[in-house]
């Protein structure tokens, strides 16, 4: 199965999200059933790395991760996903614009994960993540 975590920039919440997701893959042993990646609705911060802060928390929960380089989602990346995971309304708004009304389009949480870079608390963003990725993980695999 392959996911893909959109928010606005890919730099913070989406990045985390792909290797939160990819970690919490691997510790349950089903690294090999998912194809994970992220992106953005924006091309703002296109070629940029993870943002600091996004990964200074990462590390400090133990979680690995790699370089980093932001994008706008790309067709062919929508096409080519079987999930589209929006970390905010206003991300899945964006996707829904541009894409249509996808099924595979569908919000991490039941409400948006508020983005750290301007609320500075990567802490609440990360545990949100964390949440909302376990439970995406927990509900694929019983299905």
């Known amino acids: ?5 959109v928010c606005h920039g890919n730099i913070c919440r989406s990045a985390m999200a792909e ?4 970690y919490l893959s691997d510790i349950n042993g089903v690294s090999d059933r998912f194809e ?9 911060e296109t070629g940029n790395d993870m943002y600091p802060p996004a990964k200074r928390m990462l590390r400090e929960k133990g979680i690995p991760f790699s370089h980093h380089t932001a994008h706008r ?9 079987d999930l589209v995971i929006a970390l905010d309304s206003s991300n899945m708004r964006n996707l829904q614009r541009r894409f249509g009304c996808d099924k595979k389009i569908e919000m991490l949480l039941e409400r948006d994960v508020e983005d750290p870079w301007y609320t500075d608390d990567f802490l609440t963003a990360y545990n949100d993540i964390y949440r909302g990725c376990s439970l995406l993980l927990e509900r694929l695999l019983s299905s």
């Open 73 to 81: 989602i790309t067709d062919s990346e929508f096409s080519n996903n």
């Open 36 to 44: 994970i990646s992220s992106a953005g609705v924006s091309s703002e």
């Open 19 to 22: 290797f939160i997701f990819r």
């Open 1 to 5: 199965m392959k996911i893909i975590f």
